[in-house]
C-alpha cells in the first residue's frame, strides 16, 4: 500500500493524463485539495462541474499561489510546453514543492529544466505514466487509466531521493507499478516501442489517403486495419511534439526499421518464400512471447 | 433474404474461414450435406465431432465423388496451395458443381487456373471474405465470422452468370454484404488495406526481436502496440502465400510506403513542426472519416 498523502495536488495541463491522475487521487482521498490551469477553460470549467479539481486557476502565477513543501505539481502539457512551463514556475513555486511530469520524452525535460534553472532542481522529478489511449482530453480521463500500468521515473543526477520517493508513492497509490532508468534509456526504449509504432500507423494511413482509390481502400479496410491504425488516431500535437523532442532515437529507429522493411523487399524480388516465412515466424513468435509475459506481469 | 440451399458443401482446407462458413451454412440449414477434406486429419476428426461437418474425406479424391450440378466446393487452403488443389480438382468434378475459394488474393488463382484448365473455367467464381482474425483453425471458427462484413466476388472473363450468382447467394445466407471488382483491382485495393499493414506489423516486431535491449523494449510495450501488433500473430505460411501471390502489388505499396516515411524523416531532420503536425492532422482526420463510414454502413 502506498503512503502518498498530500494537501494540494496542482496539475498544470488538464488533458486525458493529467484529469485522471486527479480522478485517480480524489478516488484515494490521500489528497486534500485539487487546482488545476489549463490554456483551454472549457476543460477547466468541465473538471470543475464533474469534481476532478476543487479549484480552476486562470494563470500559472494563480495555480501556484500558497503551494507549501510536501505539495505535489505536476505538467501534463505536451511535451514541448514543458519548458515555456517551467519558465514561468521557476520564480513562482518554491523549492519544497515536488515537481513531476508526464511526458513521454524524459531527455528533452530534463535539458529544458537544464536551461531555465541552470541545472536541473532537486525538486524535479521527471515521470511517465505507460498509460494511454488515442483519445484525450479532460473528458476522456477515467480513475482507473494508471491501475496495473507501469510508470517509468527517470531522475536525473540532481534529483532529491525524498522527490523521488513522494512521487513513487504518489504512482503507487493510483494502482501503477514503478520502474526506474535514466531518462536516455527511457527515450531509446519508448522510441522503439510507443513512438516508432505511432510514425507507422500515421505513415499508413497518410500513404492510403494520398490514394487514388481513397475510398475504395477505406471501405474494404477491415478490423485489423483499424487495430493497426487506432493509434493514428492520437493527438497530433501531442505526437508532433515527442517527435521533436525525441527525434534522434526516433529517426536511429526509423532507419532500422527501414532496413529490416528492405530485406523484406528483397526477399520478395527473389520470391524466396523460404525467407519470407523465416521473418513472419520469429515476429509470430516474439508477439506471443510478448503476449504471455504480459499476461504473467498484470 | 437469401435463396441459397445446396444439397452438399464440400470444403477443401478446413481453417478459420472454412470452418466459419461450414457453421454459418449448418446453422442457416441451407445445406443438406456437408463434407471436407484437409491435410491435417486432426482438424477433420474435431469438425466431425463438433458437427461442424458430416463427413470427413481422406482425399481430394473421395472428396469430389458424387457432387453433382448444383453442389458447391470450396478451396480454403493457403493462397499458393489453390493451384496443386486445382490440379486434383479438375478430373474430378463435373462442370456443374460451383467452384469458389476464400483466398485473399486473386489474379494468381485466375492464372492458376488458366494454368490448370487452359482458361478459367466457367464453374469458378473467385471471392474472398473480407473476415478473419489473427487466430487460425477450424478451432477458431465461429458461425457469425462473416455477418455484417463484405464478400468481394472478382469474377474473371469467362465466369458463369449463374455461378456467380450462386456464390452471391451462399455469402447472403452468411450475413455477408457483396461487392463485385476484378482480381487486378482487389489484390490492388487489398494490398493496400490489408496486405501492406501485415508486412509493417510483422516488420516492426522483428525489429524490436532483433534488439540488443529485446527484453526490456517488450517490457515496456504498451496497448497501443499490442493492437498495432496484433496482426503479426497471423499465421506465418498464409502469409507468406499471399506475399508470393501479391508479390508485384504489395512491392509497390512498401515503395510508396517508405516514400512517405522519408517525407516524415526529412521533416524530422529539419525540425519542422509545421510539416509533421500536417502530416499527422491528415492522417488523424482520414481514420476519424473512415471508422464514422464504418459506423454507417454496419
Same mark, same amino acid.
Given at each position: 500500500m &502506498?503512503?502518498? $498523502? =498530500?494537501? @494540494? +495536488?496542482?496539475?498544470? *495541463? +488538464?488533458?486525458?493524463? !493529467? !484529469? &485522471?491522475?486527479?480522478?485517480? +487521487? @480524489?478516488?484515494?482521498?490521500c489528497v486534500e485539495h485539487i487546482r488545476a490551469y489549463n490554456r483551454s477553460a472549457q476543460s477547466l470549467q468541465f473538471a470543475l462541474q464533474q *469534481?476532478?479539481?476543487?479549484? $480552476?486557476? &486562470? &494563470?500559472i502565477g494563480q495555480?501556484?499561489?500558497?503551494?507549501e513543501a510536501g505539495d505535489v505539481l505536476?505538467?501534463?502539457?505536451?511535451?514541448?510546453a514543458a519548458g515555456p512551463v517551467?519558465?514561468?514556475?521557476?520564480?513562482?513555486?518554491e =523549492? *519544497?514543492?515536488t515537481i513531476t511530469d508526464v511526458g513521454s520524452t524524459k531527455s528533452w525535460l530534463v535539458a529544458e529544466a537544464e536551461r531555465v534553472f541552470g541545472e536541473a532542481p532537486s525538486n524535479l522529478v521527471p515521470a511517465h505514466p505507460i498509460a494511454g489511449s488515442e483519445q484525450y482530453g479532460v473528458e476522456a480521463s477515467r480513475a482507473d487509466l494508471f491501475r496495473a500500468h507501469r510508470v517509468i521515473l527517470t531522475p536525473h543526477a540532481n534529483c532529491g531521493a525524498s522527490h523521488l520517493e513522494r512521487v513513487r508513492e504518489l504512482w503507487? =497509490?493510483? *494502482?501503477?507499478?514503478?520502474d526506474e532508468m535514466t531518462p536516455e534509456r527511457h527515450d531509446e526504449v519508448l522510441g522503439a516501442t510507443s513512438h516508432l509504432p505511432h510514425v507507422l500507423a500515421y505513415i499508413l494511413v497518410d500513404l492510403l489517403c494520398s490514394m487514388e482509390q481513397r475510398g475504395e481502400v477505406? @471501405?474494404?479496410?477491415a478490423g485489423g486495419f483499424r487495430d493497426f491504425t487506432r493509434i493514428a488516431s492520437s493527438d497530433p500535437t501531442m505526437w508532433r511534439d515527442i517527435m521533436i523532442a525525441n527525434r534522434e532515437a526516433i529517426s536511429s529507429r526509423i532507419d532500422e526499421y527501414e532496413q529490416h522493411l528492405d530485406r523484406l523487399k528483397a526477399a520478395l524480388e527473389d520470391e524466396s518464400a523460404e525467407a519470407i516465412q523465416e521473418i513472419f515466424e520469429r515476429a509470430q513468435a516474439t508477439r506471443e512471447a510478448f503476449l504471455k509475459q504480459s499476461e504473467q506481469s498484470s
Open positions: &502506498s503512503q502518498f $498523502a =498530500a494537501k @494540494r +495536488l496542482a496539475v498544470v *495541463g +488538464l488533458g486525458l493524463i !493529467g !484529469g &485522471s491522475l486527479a480522478k485517480a +487521487l @480524489r478516488e484515494t482521498g *469534481g476532478i479539481i476543487d479549484q $480552476a486557476c &486562470s &494563470s495555480l501556484c499561489e500558497g503551494l505536476v505538467l501534463g502539457v505536451p511535451v514541448l517551467l519558465e514561468q514556475l521557476h520564480p513562482a513555486v =523549492a *519544497g514543492v503507487l =497509490a493510483c *494502482g501503477a507499478g514503478i477505406l @471501405r474494404y479496410a
